[in-house]
């Protein structure tokens, strides 16, 4: 499966965005899909999932309340939409797919696929 993904953007303090994450090659729901992102010197990190097994999804715990990820069977995408953002939300923000189980699915080793990345910059 490829994935690409869109949404990049410069937003304030408060704001919103959303992010999609587009599928081709295979249908988007036999995975689990996840956001990642990575700050600017930091290491990759977990933010949100949503399992092929389950429609609950899981958030890291900073983005518990301001977060949702959703999924579109008959679009073939997965969205972030991120609302109340903050600067440390500052990121490359990117999709990937996989089928983690619940102990693994805030792992990046858990997930094959990967978009290509999405900046997204939260100005004070």
């Known amino acids: 499966v490829q994935l690409q993904a869109f949404g990049r953007g410069l937003v304030q303090a408060g704001g919103s965005l959303r992010l999609s994450c587009v599928a081709s090659?295979?249908?988007?729901?036999?995975?689990?899909v996840a956001w990642f992102r990575q700050p600017p010197g930091k290491e990759r990190e977990f933010v949100a999932v949503?399992?092929?097994?389950?429609?609950?999804?899981f958030y890291r715990d900073s983005a518990k309340g301001r977060f949702t990820i959703s999924r579109d069977s008959a679009k073939n995408t997965v969205y972030l939409q991120m609302n109340s953002l903050k600067p440390e939300d500052t990121a490359v923000y990117y999709c990937?797919?996989?089928?983690?189980?619940?102990?693994?699915?805030?792992?990046?080793?858990?997930?094959?696929?990967w978009g290509q990345g999405t900046l997204v910059t939260v100005s004070s």
């Open positions: 949503i399992r092929q097994s389950s429609s609950t999804p």
């Open positions: 090659g295979q249908t988007i729901t036999s995975y689990g």
């Open positions: 990937a797919a996989g089928r983690p189980i619940k102990s693994t699915m805030w792992s990046d080793s858990a997930y094959y696929y």
